[in-house]
């Protein structure tokens, strides 16, 4: 089984829609983060998260927002998802930084296409 | 701040030819740095990393790569690539002054038969 599964794996939907993406893990991480990957723009970190009641915006926040509901779950939403919101939508997870340097284990993605 | 800068977006290679991916980095202070390989429809996997002592760092599937401090670089090679090498790369930088790891735009691996 996978230690980072993420759901939906893809999704259209359409401008002004609210859409949840979610993301589990069983590694047994604190640390949590979502990403969107852009064609030539790399990833570009979105929030992280370091524990339940530490939660903290990324370089692209605005237009997103998250929940951690547990250790084990960190959900990423749209509120009125826009066509420029169309990505791959990645989440992480790390070890504290003393023992990992931010070595980071990635879920498989979810295709958005906002129409 | 910190930054990294790939300096190739997409590299075609035939089979069993060498590669290099070039990767620079900046940042004022020490820095830890990962290669991560992403292959079609699927998520991020690390392909090596470097956190200190040797400067030369092997990693899966035969890739190394160097890091040098003086030049800020840490570029990947491998000495034969195969067909199923093709995917994206990824080079990665984190600082103990920033609390994120930042990533490059990545360089599109193609292995040509």
């Known amino acids: 089984d996978a230690d980072v599964t993420q759901t939906p794996r893809n999704r259209i939907t359409k401008t002004g829609k609210r859409i949840m993406l979610e993301c589990s893990q069983t590694?047994?991480?604190?640390?949590m983060y979502w990403y969107r990957q852009d064609p030539g723009l790399g990833l570009r970190l979105i929030y992280y998260?370091?524990?339940?009641?530490?939660?903290n915006k990324g370089e692209i926040s605005d237009g997103y927002s998250v929940s951690r509901q547990a250790q084990a779950k960190f959900s990423l939403s749209l509120e009125s998802a826009i066509p420029n919101q169309t990505a791959l939508y990645f989440c992480?997870?790390?070890?504290?930084?003393?023992?990992?340097?931010?070595?980071?284990?990635f879920g498989p993605g979810t295709r958005l296409t906002v129409l | 701040a910190q930054s990294v800068t790939q300096l190739d977006s997409q590299v075609p290679v035939f089979e069993e030819a060498p590669v290099e991916l070039r990767c620079n980095y900046s940042?004022?202070?020490?820095?830890?740095l990962f290669w991560y390989v992403q292959y079609p429809n699927q998520g991020l996997q690390l392909l090596l990393k470097?956190?200190?002592?040797?400067?030369l760092v092997k990693g899966i599937n035969g890739f190394e790569a160097e890091f040098n401090k003086s030049q800020t670089s840490f570029h990947l090679r491998k000495p034969s690539v195969h067909i199923s090498d093709t995917a994206e790369y990824f080079c990665?930088?984190?600082?103990?002054?920033?609390?994120?790891?930042?990533f490059g735009s990545g360089t599109q691996l193609t292995v040509l038969p």
């Open positions: 992480a997870t790390s070890e504290p930084l003393a023992t990992s340097y931010n070595e980071q284990f």
């Open positions: 590694k047994g991480h604190d640390r």
């Open positions: 998260s370091f524990d339940v009641k530490d939660i």
């Open positions: 940042s004022s202070v020490s820095v830890y």
């Open positions: 470097y956190l200190s002592g040797s400067t």
């Open positions: 990665a930088v984190f600082s103990g002054s920033a609390r994120q790891l930042t």
